[in-house]
């Protein structure tokens, strides 16, 4: 079995609203759940924050400006390869954002009460908001 691990983060601007990006259909096209929070795998041999920080920047091009906290650690196990721990965070991060056209084709700020109505969130960053984790 594959090990792979995942970080993610809630994305909170100056407004206090968090960033939502839809993933690309030509790279995700078996994605029901479209809307996603930034976030990736882990390069092996670099440290959780590092990659988190990579991960923004180069989705969205947007600078994290407060110390992640941790509020979720979910099992995801799609089939019996793989295995993938996704390590979700809170954040606050600012800039203009700038997408990763082959990652992600748009993006919105929304509040955290729009944010736990949107539809096509992802299954992971829905449980997230239904435990309500974000505070």
Known sequence: MILQVGVKAFLRNKDGEYLLIKR??????????FWDIVGGRIDPGTNLMENLAREVREETGLVITSEPRLIAAQDIIPNAEKHVVRLTYVADASGEV???KKENTEYKW???????????????AKAVLEENRLG
Do not use: N
């Not at 259909?25 to 759940?33: A, G, L, N, R, T």
């Open 98 to 100: 700038v997408l990763d």
């Open 24 to 33: 690309s259909p030509e790279k995700y096209p078996d994605v029901k759940d």
């Open 110 to 124: 929304l509040t955290l009460s729009k944010l736990k109505s949107q539809a096509h969130l992802d299954k992971y």
